[in-house]
Structures are given as structure tokens and as C-alpha cells.
């Protein structure tokens, strides 16, 4: 658990990510997923090279369906990046630092 990376429910993602003054990366995720293990300390990373110009949050999908099933997300990891309340990037599955940076320096220039 990264103090970087902050934690939504379904009743905070309005608030935390569509209202957000930055750009949020948004990691959907559960407690059993490998690969979203896998990608969390790059996911750290990435909050802390961002910091101030990307907000980086986790929602885990086992508690809270409502927000995945809004964005259709079939499975886990997805990754997506929201600017100004609208969805800019969508990255399924596990990736590389390289590629995410790539993704996100696109989404939010």
C-alpha cells in the first residue's frame, strides 16, 4: 500500500476523479489479480514521478461494481487515464513503465 496512491470507493469517484483539477490514472483492481500486483510498484512509481501533475488511484472491483460496470471494464488490470471528468487512454492488462509513460505523456499533454 503506497501513501502516493489514494484509494476510491464508488461514492468518491465523482469527486476524486471526474471532478479532479489534475489528470487521474485510474487502476481497476482486485486483492487476487497477479498482474495487478505485478504493476503496482510501477504504479507507485508513476505517482511519485507525476506528482502534482497526475493523481494516481486504485478501485478495487470486488467492492465497489458500480463505477467498473459503468466503463465497461471486463477485465483486470485496466488501466485508464481521465482529463477534465472524460476518459483520454485505456490500457488492458499488465505493462511496461515504458508504455504506460508513453500513454500518459500523450493523454495529458
Not at 24 to 52: E, H, S, T
Not at 57 to 73: G, L
Not at 81 to 98: L, Y
Request: glycine residues 4%; hydrophobic residues 40%; proline residues 5%.
Amino acid at each position: 500500500m503506497s501513501e502516493h496512491i489514494a484509494h476510491v470507493s464508488d461514492d468518491q469517484f465523482e469527486e476524486q476523479v471526474l471532478k479532479s483539477s489534475v489528470p487521474v490514472l485510474i487502476d481497476f483492481w482486485a486483492q487476487w489479480c497477479g498482474p495487478c500486483k505485478m504493476i503496482a510498484p510501477i504504479l507507485d512509481d508513476i505517482a511519485v514521478a507525476y506528482k502534482g501533475k497526475l493523481k494516481v488511484v486504485k478501485i478495487n472491483i470486488d467492492h465497489n461494481q458500480k463505477t467498473p460496470r459503468n466503463y465497461n471494464v471486463r477485465s483486470i488490470p485496466t488501466l485508464m487515464i481521465f482529463k477534465d471528468g472524460k476518459v483520454q487512454a485505456t490500457q488492458i492488462g499488465a505493462t511496461s513503465k515504458t508504455q504506460l509513460t508513453q500513454i500518459i505523456d500523450k493523454a495529458i499533454a
